[in-house]
């Protein structure tokens, strides 16, 4: 009887499973026959300027003489801020002595672009009609507008509060007192402006009645709203602008106010739709190199883990898809360190399976039965995924609030992950499991056998990885110095970090395809390049680190354009350009970097109520980064956004492999009857050979679509995937041999078994 109860729960489950599996099926089947105006499909998720391109608008100063460098780096600085309110993966850059170059990723309507980010930004509350009587607002077609020009009614002092005084600004959807829906800008002001506000909406309300009982709200010289005094002087501090905008509006409004009017007056004297910066290949093979990664994750689990594996295999598909669809409702804007953070979390994902059924296996091994083994399994793996994931969701949660750009966009793909993951492992692997489990498969052999214990001896071993490890490191700080001898620079930093040159080229004919374009800069200037055509405009933009001015190397690449494609002179512009990292936007990161640093160790030091494990994974952290950071010394590898992805995914990978050893040893500390040197170097060796199967798998699973990702995809792809596949091998080799280690020494000197 109770087999029957179980084999109708594993067919109910059994369907549920097929019914997600095909409405996931349905949901990407449907995309390619179907488009919708709204977000719903996967290839409606946002792309980045390198995936998909966006629009790329030029401003220039209106009063030059008066816009000198200060003025202009404040401007830009404004305009990061600006354009993050479009997409946390803009990029901002100077171009030329009097410009500044906006490119925001996914548009594809550049005036309507141009009609907000280039707005002066001011907001002014004034008197609707001064105390003389005269309006300073006049109602036309039901519509309130100015009855004078703005600068005349500051002049004249009717305009009390201004936009410095306002310390906070927030787009919210709220009820009015009707309960009808509304978006409204919601206020915060200084001490300066309560009481300034304060002092005129007094005034206001004393007038009784009127226009003279108004106060008008004016935004970029237009009035939103003109609303009346009706309940008295409004003293504490709060204000709300209403009228008639969409939720989007009101939030742009108040991004808008909180960063501040422009210190300079611009104009826009170049917009235009430009095409994905690594070329229309690039996304096309990595979701090429995606997929066969992802396949042979698949085959490696099922053959390595048998039953299990399957399991895995369909939770990680419903993953994807909940990912997928987190990323669409958190409307995130895709791009390749985005990806990274992807690979991260989809190997957090993979890693999660891989703790839970190696422990399962070890409970078969002692005898148990299946479902007691499962059930005992997932207890024992739980500490050591929800510790890993948490110490890498904090991470992602300070890069989120303290990181600008590039860095914001890879937390919020990491964090979603993270999230998702966990309950993909924890949730939909075990109800998979058991629904197997109820269908009869309870044979032990379907679980797989425990492999033959491992006797590794790590701790006695530690002098070999000091000197590797030391070799390494010393090897790769030489090559930075080297590197600083012959190119002034340590690292071979690209467009993004020192800035360069952009070439605008105008074709009579078809654009040339992009690789022609690199090999044809390549051989005139010895210099690599971005290429991104300019739609509907036969021209393309061309972006170089080399700085073209002098006369050598500008006429050499002139000379090559016009020899190959007949162009006239004419049709070749040249500008200096910026970097778009900033240096606030790297000040930015390592703050960033560090405080989440600190969170971590902070978190493990409460997790494990002991500073040598938090000692000891912040100092395998740092081993790993100074080695990758040497591969990049050693080999050149180009340092752009990308490399700030890798190494972020380089802490949030080692982090976690570190975090399951010390679980181990957690585990194995509290079952040990005393704590002598010697015991304690036989928990390190036991817990990191009891965990070595665990690592590497978990590091071929995530190197699978790594090096999917070097062979298929395009160089720039494949410069960003080379590093990280070696922080990936170098993350397992600290986790593995260096961290039981350094917690091993730290226990003995600094401990109570240094007595």
């Given amino acids: 009887m109770k087999d029957n109860k179980n084999t109708k729960k594993g067919l109910l489950g059994l369907a549920l499973i097929l019914l997600v599996l095909a409405g996931i099926g349905a949901w990407i089947g449907i995309s390619f026959f179907y488009e919708s105006d709204y977000r719903v499909f996967p290839q409606d998720i946002k792309r980045g300027l390198d995936l998909s391109g966006g629009v790329s608008i030029t401003y220039e100063a209106v009063d030059k003489e008066n816009a000198g460098d200060q003025q202009m780096t404040d401007a830009l600085k404004k305009f990061q801020k600006r354009a993050e309110a479009f997409s946390t993966e803009s990029n901002v850059y100077r171009e030329g002595d009097y410009r500044i170059n906006v490119d925001i990723p996914g548009a594809k309507d550049a005036q309507a672009v141009l009609e907000k980010l280039g707005s002066a930004g001011?907001?002014?509350?004034?008197?609707?009609?001064?105390?003389?009587?005269?309006?300073?607002?006049?109602?036309?077609?039901?519509?309130?507008?100015?009855?004078?020009?703005?600068?005349?009614?500051?002049?004249?002092?009717?305009?009390?509060?201004?936009?410095?005084?306002?310390?906070?600004?927030?787009?919210?959807?709220?009820?009015?007192?009707?309960?009808?829906?509304?978006?409204?800008?919601?206020?915060?002001?200084?001490?300066?402006?309560?009481?300034?506000?304060?002092?005129?909406?007094?005034?206001?309300?004393?007038?009784?009645?009127?226009?003279?009982?108004?106060?008008?709200?004016?935004?970029?010289?237009?009035?939103?709203?003109?609303?009346?005094?009706?309940?008295?002087?409004?003293?504490?501090?709060?204000?709300?602008?209403?009228?008639?905008?969409?939720?989007?509006?009101?939030?742009?409004?108040?991004?808008?106010?909180?960063?501040?009017?422009?210190?300079?007056?611009?104009?826009?004297?170049?917009?235009?739709?430009?095409?994905?910066?690594?070329?229309?290949?690039?996304?096309?093979?990595?979701?090429?190199?995606?997929?066969?990664?992802?396949?042979?994750?698949?085959?490696?689990?099922?053959?390595?883990?048998?039953?299990?594996?399957?399991?895995?295999?369909?939770?990680?598909?419903?993953?994807?898809?909940?990912?997928?669809?987190?990323?669409?409702?958190f409307e995130v804007t895709l791009t390749l360190p985005g990806i990274a953070g992807i690979i991260l979390s989809v190997g957090m994902a993979v890693d999660a399976n891989v703790i839970i059924f190696t422990r399962i296996r070890e409970e078969i091994a002692t005898g148990k039965t299946v479902r007691s083994s499962i059930k005992l399994g997932y207890s024992k793996a739980t500490s050591a995924i929800v510790d890993g994931n948490v110490t890498t969701l904090i991470a992602a949660i300070v890069l989120y609030f303290l990181g600008s750009g590039v860095i914001k966009g890879f937390a919020i793909t990491l964090g979603i992950g993270i999230v998702v993951s966990m309950f993909s492992g924890l949730v939909i692997t075990r109800f998979i499991m058991n629904c197997f489990y109820n269908l009869g498969c309870t044979k032990p052999g379907l679980y797989g056998k425990e492999r033959k214990k491992l006797n590794l001896r790590i701790v006695e071993n530690w002098a070999k990885y000091l000197v590797l490890s030391g070799a390494l490191i010393i090897f790769g700080i030489i090559m930075l110095f080297v590197n600083k001898s012959k190119t002034d620079n340590i690292l071979n930093y690209g467009l993004d970090f020192v800035g360069g040159t952009s070439v605008q080229v105008r074709f009579t004919g078809d654009v040339p395809e992009r690789s022609d374009v690199e090999a044809l800069v390549k051989s005139a200037i010895q210099e690599t390049c971005s290429v991104s055509?300019?739609?509907?405009?036969?021209?393309?933009?061309?972006?170089?680190?080399?700085?073209?001015?002098?006369?050598?190397?500008?006429?050499?690449?002139?000379?090559?354009?016009?020899?190959?494609?007949?162009?006239?002179?004419?049709?070749?512009?040249?500008?200096?350009?910026?970097?778009?990292?900033?240096?606030?936007?790297?000040?930015?990161?390592?703050?960033?970097?560090?405080?989440?640093?600190?969170?971590?160790?902070?978190?493990?030091?409460?997790?494990?109520?002991?500073?040598?494990?938090?000692?000891?994974?912040?100092?395998?952290?740092?081993?790993?980064?100074?080695?990758?950071?040497?591969?990049?010394?050693?080999?050149?590898?180009?340092?752009?956004?990308?490399?700030?992805?890798?190494?972020?995914?380089?802490?949030?990978?080692?982090?976690?492999?570190?975090?399951?050893?010390?679980?181990?040893?957690?585990?194995?500390?509290?079952?040990?009857?005393?704590?002598?040197?010697?015991?304690?170097?036989?928990?390190?060796?036991?817990?990191?050979?009891?965990?070595?199967?665990?690592?590497?798998?978990?590091?071929?699973?995530?190197?699978?679509?790594?090096?999917?990702?070097?062979?298929?995809?395009?160089?720039?792809?494949?410069?960003?995937?080379?590093?990280?596949?070696?922080?990936?091998?170098?993350?397992?080799?600290?986790?593995?041999?260096?961290?039981?280690?350094?917690?091993?020494?730290?226990?003995?000197?600094?401990?109570?078994?240094?007595?």
């Fill in 122 to 329: 001011n907001v002014y509350f004034i008197y609707a009609q001064d105390k003389n009587g005269v309006a300073n607002v006049t109602e036309q077609d039901g519509k309130y507008v100015l009855a004078r020009s703005l600068e005349d009614i500051i002049k004249d002092g009717d305009a009390p509060v201004d936009g410095t005084m306002v310390i906070n600004a927030e787009g919210l959807a709220i009820q009015n007192q009707s309960g009808a829906a509304m978006n409204v800008v919601s206020l915060e002001f200084n001490g300066e402006g309560t009481k300034a506000f304060g002092d005129a909406t007094a005034w206001a309300y004393s007038q009784g009645s009127g226009l003279s009982n108004q106060i008008a709200i004016v935004y970029d010289g237009n009035v939103i709203s003109c609303p009346s005094v009706r309940n008295g002087a409004i003293t504490d501090g709060k204000a709300q602008i209403e009228g008639n905008m969409t939720i989007d509006e009101a939030r742009e409004i108040a991004t808008f106010i909180r960063i501040g009017a422009l210190p300079i007056e611009v104009t826009p004297i170049r917009s235009n739709i430009v095409g994905a910066t690594l070329g229309s290949r690039a996304l096309e093979t990595s979701l090429i190199a995606g997929l066969i990664g992802f396949c042979l994750v698949v085959l490696f689990m099922i053959i390595f883990y048998r039953m299990p594996g399957v399991a895995a295999s369909i939770s990680l598909i419903i993953y994807l898809a909940l990912d997928l669809m987190m990323l669409l409702l």
């Fill in 533 to 755: 055509e300019v739609k509907g405009e036969n021209a393309i933009v061309i972006k170089t680190k080399a700085f073209l001015d002098d006369d050598v190397k500008l006429k050499a690449l002139k000379d090559a354009f016009i020899a190959k494609y007949g162009i006239n002179e004419g049709s070749i512009e040249t500008e200096t350009i910026s970097g778009s990292v900033s240096d606030e936007m790297k000040a930015d990161a390592i703050k960033a970097v560090l405080i989440a640093t600190i969170c971590m160790l902070i978190y493990i030091w409460i997790r494990f109520k002991n500073i040598a494990f938090a000692s000891s994974a912040v100092a395998a952290l740092v081993h790993d980064v100074l080695v990758v950071l040497g591969v990049y010394a050693v080999f050149k590898i180009t340092v752009d956004t990308s490399f700030i992805a890798c190494m972020l995914t380089l802490v949030g990978y080692s982090i976690n492999a570190t975090i399951v050893i010390f679980d181990r040893i957690r585990e194995n500390l509290n079952n040990a009857t005393g704590r002598t040197m010697d015991s304690l170097k036989e928990i390190v060796n036991r817990s990191v050979s009891e965990t070595f199967t665990r690592s590497i798998n978990t590091t071929i699973t995530t190197l699978l679509t790594v090096v999917a990702l070097i062979i298929l995809g395009v160089d720039s792809v494949r410069i960003f995937a080379i590093p990280l596949a070696v922080g990936l091998v170098c993350g397992t080799y600290s986790s593995v041999c260096i961290t039981g280690t350094l917690w091993y020494g730290f226990k003995t000197r600094f401990g109570k078994q240094a007595k």
